[in-house]
């Protein structure tokens, strides 16, 4: 089981920043088997993929739409992952949330066993 929650959304001008954290507890296996994930979703729009990370934290991969801008880090020591968000546009607006999956890491919403509540990233222009 893992139980996860998201930090850090907020109000930002076009061209900030912004860093999410996400903890995890977990119990039955250790933080560091579950490849990680990042997702948003904005009003009257499908859940889009953000960035994914392996195991180790040695692998990443974003969709172009981000890549560049945004870098998702985990700390296992911590139980914690991160997405830093630089040069943030008014279309990353949306709530950000942050999964879990027994894999070593996916693209795919569906691969994902484990989510947060999620939390508002808000862009203005």
């Known amino acids: 089981q893992v139980q996860l929650v998201e930090s850090g959304g907020g109000l930002v001008q076009a061209g900030g920043s912004l860093r999410l954290s996400c903890a995890a507890s977990?119990?039955?296996?250790?933080?560091?088997?579950?490849?990680m994930g990042w997702f948003r979703q904005a009003p009257g729009k499908e859940r889009e993929f953000v960035a994914t990370?392996?195991?180790?934290?040695?692998?990443?991969y974003y969709p172009d739409s981000v890549k560049g801008r945004f870098t998702m880090s985990r700390d296992n020591a911590k139980n914690t992952v991160y997405l830093q968000m630089n040069r943030l546009e008014p279309e990353d607006t949306a709530v950000y949330y942050c999964?879990?999956?027994?894999?070593?890491?996916?693209?795919?919403?569906?691969?994902?066993?484990?989510w947060g509540q999620g939390t508002q990233v808000t862009v203005s222009s």
């Open positions: 999964a879990a999956t027994r894999g070593g890491g996916s693209r795919s919403p569906y691969d994902y066993a484990y």
């Open positions: 977990v119990s039955g296996r250790t933080f560091s088997t579950y490849g």
């Open positions: 990370i392996s195991w180790s934290g040695d692998s990443t």
